[in-house]
């Protein structure tokens, strides 16, 4: 159905909500993550005085007052904050229905990371023609705007929509330890939703409308050895004194074959077939996923083959050693056999696996039987089980289709993503009837997370229009 159509058969003129959504984007949201990119409001885990430092409660603030001045009828906003955990900001929007559809997304930040080239900064926005610099635009900054935008640019143009419901967190990045607790709280404000529009996936490119079907769950924590009470001169003791991160690498070991990086039975599923299915077709319209990372010239991807790279980045485990302690700057290396060895652990579960089984089968892996009766310490710091999306329901499909086909001109993607978003754990247990749109703008290259982080502009438009979209085609399919 080609647009024209679409406004015959819904009401909705998508011409005019493109060239709306286009300058709300240029004139009011962006100035506002520009604003918002500038505060260094990075999640608790990674700055434990978040409190004292207020660059939370600026952000939130920032987003609030631009929220609030919104043109829809019956909106209210209200930042939610018990005791001293992080605040979230709860929107209401009556409908045409109280049938009730929620719109999430976070408004904390990952810690700046090193790398950022020439002229970026993550705290420092930077707009190069289709691309906004800086980190949290992306991730996940732009959802509040987007999800107002929608709902407000539906109702300018022609659509309708049934109750709306926004709620934007601040420990996402932490792995969302305060989310339960005010779900719980705010059950009865937020409803028992029938449809969940999640704005903080990703994209496997910026021609169509990508819908993520599974997310990969996560183990974190710290691993420690302990071997001496002090350094000692490394001539002296080595050959007697075992090294701490030799028994280091034998625990990861236990985990993880060293040579291939594979990950232990214990920590695998079946991989559902209709997830194999898509991930071929994806294979089939991006190639290999691996053409966008940055690799240092003449490196290998872990498999060449476009498919199993999909699988790999999505219902495979991995590992990853995000940090380490007791290792000096290279400059301050001496020959000392040093008393410790630390790394922080980031194991990535598929979307299935029984995330506290995995945790306390982990925890014995690493701790039981220590080498040398080594001192073992795994402090778990966050964990949060996957989330494969329920079979997509005929009407979503086609609301889906048609959006994509409207305002990117292309048919949509379905894919999994090996990221975590624990809220999506969490509803699915609390709403399993619910119908989810899992999408987002982070595109190939734009690196959530990492050094050059960036928002695709023009994505951003289309998604937020999309969702409108999708919102109306909500309304239709409860009303009958």
């Not at 434990?48 to 987003?63: C, F, N, S, T, Y």
């Not at 498919?307 to 991995?318: D, F, G, I, S």
């Not at 699915?428 to 190939?444: C, H, S």
Request: proline residues 7%.
């Amino acid at each position: 159905m080609d647009g024209a159509e679409s406004t015959a058969a819904s009401g909705l003129e998508t011409g005019a909500l493109a060239e709306w959504v286009d300058g709300v984007w240029e004139d009011s949201i962006l100035p506002e993550l520009h604003d918002y990119i500038l505060i260094p409001n990075k999640s608790p885990l990674f700055d434990p005085q978040w409190r004292e430092k207020g660059h939370m409660d600026r952000a939130v603030r920032l987003i609030e007052k631009w929220c609030r001045a919104r043109d829809i009828p019956g909106l209210t906003v209200e930042v939610v904050q018990h005791g001293d955990r992080t605040p979230v900001i709860l929107m209401e929007v009556p409908g045409d229905s109280e049938r009730t559809v929620l719109l999430y997304g976070h408004l904390d930040k990952q810690p700046e990371m090193t790398g950022w080239r020439a002229g970026l900064d993550p705290w420092r926005p930077v707009r190069e023609g289709d691309k906004l610099y800086g980190r949290g635009g992306a991730d996940d900054g732009y959802a509040a705007f987007a999800s107002l935008t929608a709902i407000e640019g539906l109702r300018k143009h022609g659509g309708r929509h049934a109750r709306c419901v926004v709620l934007i967190e601040a420990c996402e990045e932490s792995g969302s330890y305060d989310l339960p607790h005010y779900i719980d709280a705010l059950a009865e404000r937020i409803g028992s939703p029938d449809l969940v529009v999640c704005l903080d996936s990703g994209c496997g490119d910026y021609e169509r409308l990508w819908s993520t079907t599974s997310l990969r769950g996560m183990l974190v924590g710290n691993l420690r050895v302990d071997v001496l009470e002090e350094g000692v001169h490394s001539g002296d003791a080595s050959g007697v004194v075992p090294s701490s991160f030799r028994i280091l690498r034998q625990l990861i070991g236990r985990l993880e074959a060293a040579a291939t990086g594979a990950i232990r039975e214990d920590f695998r599923v079946a991989i559902p077939a209709a997830r194999a299915a898509q991930a071929a077709t994806c294979a089939a319209v991006l190639g290999a996923v691996s053409d966008k990372f940055p690799f240092v010239a003449g490196v290998q991807p872990m498999t060449a083959d476009p498919v199993e790279q999909v699988l790999a980045r999505t219902w495979q485990p991995a590992l990853s050693v995000t940090a380490a302690a007791g290792l000096p700057a290279l400059a301050d290396g001496g020959n000392v056999l040093r008393p410790f060895s630390a790394v922080k652990l980031s194991l990535r579960i598929p979307p299935s696996l029984d995330a506290k089984a995995a945790a306390r089968r982990l925890e014995e892996l690493l701790l039981s039987d220590p080498p040398y009766g080594a001192g073992v310490s795994w402090e778990p710091e966050k964990a949060g089980p996957g989330w494969d999306a329920p079979a997509l329901a005929s009407w979503l499909g086609d609301a889906v289709a048609e959006a994509s086909e409207t305002y990117f001109g292309n048919a949509p993607a379905y894919m999994g993503e090996g990221g975590s978003i624990p809220f999506m754990g969490m509803l699915g247990e609390k709403f399993p009837d619910a119908q989810f749109l899992i999408t987002g703008v982070l595109g190939p290259h734009s690196n959530a997370h990492g050094p050059n982080e960036f928002l695709h502009v023009p994505t951003g438009k289309k998604l937020t229009c999309c969702v409108a979209e999708v919102l109306q085609a909500h309304l239709r399919f409860v009303s009958g």
